[in-house]
């Protein structure tokens, strides 16, 4: 069982940044591909960004695109999200996720079926 415990939530201006940050435990963390999703208020979770289990392929939504930037370290047992140039839109709860299957982040609502789930950070954008 893998748990997951994001980080870095807060509240920024807009063109303002944060990095947000996953630490894992409980399972192989360079066994999971790793995502990232995101939640609005009455919205459906919606992917945002994933990395391979070594950290060399990396998938964009369209949204995020240019402005964010996922990485991950092994030895750390965590994943990061850097976000920059954020917009009011980008307002949600962010969300870590953990999948054996890279290619599943690919898919039509990736967000159905993941393996395993953090609970969750806050990010708030102002304009």
């Known amino acids: 069982q893998v748990q997951l415990v994001e980080s870095g939530g807060g509240s920024v201006q807009a063109g303002g940044s944060l990095r947000l940050s996953c630490a894992a435990s409980?399972?192989?963390?360079?066994?999971?591909?790793m995502g990232w999703f995101r939640q609005a208020p009455g919205k459906e979770r919606e992917f945002v960004a994933a990395?391979?289990?070594?950290?060399?392929?990396?998938y964009y939504a369209d949204s995020a695109k240019g402005r964010f930037t996922i990485s991950r370290d092994n030895a750390k047992n965590t994943v990061y999200l850097q976000m920059n140039t954020l917009k009011p839109e980008d307002t949600a709860v962010y969300y870590c996720?953990?999948?054996?299957?890279?290619?599943?982040?690919?898919?039509?609502?990736?967000?159905?079926?993941?393996?395993?789930w953090g609970k969750g950070t806050l990010v708030t954008v102002s304009s």
């Open positions: 409980g399972g192989t963390f360079s066994s999971y591909a």
């Open positions: 996720a953990a999948d054996f299957r890279y290619t599943k982040y690919a898919q039509v609502k990736p967000h159905l079926g993941i393996d395993y």
């Open positions: 990395i391979g289990q070594s950290g060399g392929s990396v």
